[in-house]
């Protein structure tokens, strides 16, 4: 059976799926992702985080939407490994 | 006598703190304005009165134009102080108080608008005689062009957003390859981060120092300089440590950069509190790098050497007074040094937010403008200072004394911070001698090291 494998963020900021406000997601819902893939950016003090998948397998969900505040340790995403 | 009834501070955490401090001093009343984030903040209780303006994201609150307006005319404020950051050097907002007739407490918005552009402001200072760092005058429209340009200056070489500042939108270029390979990206990133996609190039300056001019300019065509802050010792582009004198300057070169600085403010009709950037080489040039159009982040240094109110003297210039003293009355005694404490991992830099704990201050040794008080919360929306430390001693050697003993009195828990670099820097004998350039801290990477 597939594993599940939520994402947390260990810093708390502002969700951005997007690297830029004129590019596309990292990653769409339903997509592959490969361990070491950046799914998301959280802003902290003026600063980006980047957030990597830490599995392979498939990004089935986000929990939060852009701009969202997050705290820290937040589920972010969930990942379904194949 | 008052300049103002009532005050609208656009701004938060340390600054905010500073300005109403001296509008209470002058029986002026405070409207403070907050974000969601910020309802606890300190800033928010010491003001006369309150107003939540949006949620935490900087853009949705501070930055929201329309909304800090709104609310400077729903509480009757004669003016507004910017402070530094947020809508300090934003023309559009300046026009929009100009407009509504409150008074914006600054320059106009045309002299924003104008130094805002570091191609313009170049175009200026040269006709003011103020020599700016060799390079192009003119907006650079493709490759070729530039590669054109570059050969006639000779590499290695900076490619700037003209709207670019504070390090954003600046790109080092060793060769023409690499002048090939960067070019259209940086000039799209200028026009998505600046809505602007001028670029120019300058000559790149190795081992820089950083020396700047505080000014001050009435409405009557009085100018006066306060004296310079040097601020060489930076991470990441941003200021990390600022003194007064800059122990780099003798006599005779400070009184040819402070001439200068003042040549280029009546150049441009400047009027309230501004600072002159400028880039020293290793011989001893210097060059106008950028001005800034605001109350900067380490005017206490200047305040402390002076013995002047910044913003009593911004208040007194935006209520169209002039300026009652000569530059001949205008002494400084002693040196002073700043320190920017900063929520950070003091070797990586890396933001750490959290809950304040244990802060202790020795309040009788030093000057504390801080932006947060035991038990408030640093959250992750905004910028990573926690607060200023300020010492003035008779000589640079008492000043950098009396910073060590305050930076080893104090204590902070909660957020990690870079205190532990400050002390660090305060005893590294590069410091002490005061020969540092901005590649202090990258040449000095063992005051990075956790020991």
């Known amino acids: 059976m597939a594993e599940q494998k939520t994402v947390l963020t260990p810093i708390p900021g502002v969700f951005y799926r997007k690297p830029a406000p004129d590019k596309d997601v990292y990653v769409k819902e339903g997509d592959a992702v490969k361990t070491g893939d950046v799914i998301a950016l959280v802003e902290v003090m003026k600063n980006f985080y980047e957030i990597k998948a830490e599995t392979e397998g498939v990004l089935a969900q986000f929990f939060v939407e852009d701009e969202d505040l997050l705290d820290a340790g937040q589920e972010i995403a969930v990942i379904i490994e194949q | 006598m008052s300049y103002f009834r009532k005050v609208l501070i656009a701004n938060r955490g340390e ?8 509008c209470k001093k002058l029986g002026i009343d405070t409207v403070a304005v907050y974000s969601e984030a910020d309802a606890e903040a300190p800033h928010v209780s010491e003001a006369t009165e309150a107003v939540c303006i949006g949620p935490a994201q900087a853009k949705k609150s501070y930055l929201y134009v329309e909304k800090v307006i709104q609310v400077a005319k729903e509480t009757n404020a004669d003016a507004i ?12 907002f300046v026009r929009r108080c100009e407009e509504e007739n409150i008074v914006f407490i600054g320059p106009s918005a045309e002299t924003i608008r104008l130094m805002g552009s570091k ?23 493709s490759v070729e062009e530039a590669v054109l340009v570059a050969n006639e200056l000779g590499y290695p070489l900076m490619l700037k957003a003209s709207a670019g500042g504070g390090g954003i939108g600046m790109q080092l270029v060793l060769d023409q390859d690499e002048l090939i390979k960067v070019f259209d990206a940086t000039k799209q990133k200028a026009n998505s981060f600046f809505n602007d996609g001028t670029v120019f190039l300058e000559k790149w ?12 300019a009435d409405t009557y065509g009085n100018v006066l300089h306060l004296f310079e802050r040097e601020c060489s010792v930076q991470r990441r582009n941003q200021k990390v440590i600022e003194e007064s004198p800059s122990p780099f300057l003798d006599d005779a070169l400070r009184k040819e950069l402070l001439e200068a600085a003042i040549r280029g403010v009546k150049q441009i009709n400047y009027t309230n509190v501004g600072t002159m950037e400028f880039i020293f080489d290793e011989n001893k040039n210097f060059y106008f790098l950028e001005m800034n159009t605001r109350l900067q982040v380490e005017h206490p240094v200047t305040e402390e050497i002076t013995g002047l109110d910044l913003v009593e003297w911004q ?6 007074e002039p300026l009652a003293v000569s530059q001949e009355e205008i002494n400084k005694t002693g040196h002073a040094i700043e320190c920017r404490l900063y929520a950070e991992d003091p070797y990586t830099f890396f933001p750490s937010p959290g809950v304040i704990s244990g802060l202790e201050l020795p309040k009788d040794e030093a000057r504390f403008d801080f932006g947060y008080t035991n038990g408030s919360t640093v959250t992750p929306f905004y910028d990573a200072m926690i607060g200023k430390i ?29 205190l532990p670099l400050l002390k660090k820097i305060m005893r590294n004998d590069q410091f002490i001698n005061g020969s540092y350039t901005t590649e202090f801290l990258n040449e000095n990477k063992g005051l990075l090291v956790e020991r």
């Open chain 2, 15 to 22: 600054i905010a703190r500073r300005i109403i401090r001296t």
């Open chain 2, 81 to 92: 102080h910017p402070g530094y950051g947020f809508l300090s050097e934003n023309a559009e």
């Open chain 2, 119 to 141: 191609l313009e402001a170049r175009v200026q200072m040269k006709k003011a005689g103020v020599k700016v760092v060799p390079g192009t005058d003119r907006s650079l429209d």
């Open chain 2, 205 to 216: 300056i190795s081992k820089p120092r950083h020396i700047e001019v505080q000014i001050v």
């Open chain 2, 315 to 320: 208040l007194k210039i935006a209520a169209k």
């Open chain 2, 390 to 418: 300020i010492v003035h001693g008779i000589s640079r050697d008492h000043a950098i004394d009396k910073m060590q003993k305050v930076l080893e009195e104090m204590n902070i828990h909660g957020v990690k911070s870079n």
